[in-house]
């Protein structure tokens, strides 16, 4: 199994397959919309940055890797030791979801740093807007596979 300390090497690889990953839990919406919490959200789960009245496919595919890159980058700034390949893209699409800010500041990225186990940290990330959420039970549930291997 390879392990990855910094994504670097491999990271236009890795975004692309934590885009693909984040692409069925978080859709693909080419009109803007509210999300869940009231936040602007296009494409697939994006919110950061100016966003437009409608954007093509080919549009969204481009930013969604560029934000998944985004992400995986300032969450491996907080990642002190080596990870394997299903480590990174679960870790990916949960910061993804909730921001590197906050998955830099977690018990989860502690856990990762002193090397105690941390994936079942991922299942305690399923509420928004203070209430617990199916579909990010489901999504935490699937990360939490991809991380201890099971898919």
Not at 5 to 20: D, E, I, K
Not at 82 to 94: T, V, Y
Request: proline share 5%; with cysteine; aromatic share 8%.
């Amino acid at each position: 199994m390879k392990r990855l300390v910094v994504p670097a090497a491999a990271a236009t690889l890795l975004a692309a397959a934590v885009a693909g990953y984040v692409r069925p839990w978080e859709g693909n919406e080419l009109t803007p919309y509210r999300d869940i919490v009231g936040v602007w959200t296009w494409c697939s789960g994006v919110t950061t940055g100016p966003h437009q009245q409608h954007y093509t496919q080919a549009e969204c595919a481009a930013i969604n890797r560029a934000e998944a890159g985004r992400q995986l980058a300032a969450v491996a700034k907080c990642v002190h030791r080596p990870l394997p390949e299903e480590q990174w893209i679960a870790l990916g699409s949960w910061s993804y979801n909730v921001g590197a800010s906050a998955a830099c500041r977690s018990t989860l990225m502690r856990k990762l740093n002193a090397g105690q186990p941390w994936c079942a940290e991922l299942l305690k990330w399923d509420y928004a807007g203070g209430r617990k959420v199916r579909g990010l039970t489901r999504r935490r549930q699937a990360e939490y596979r991809t991380c201890i291997g099971e898919e």
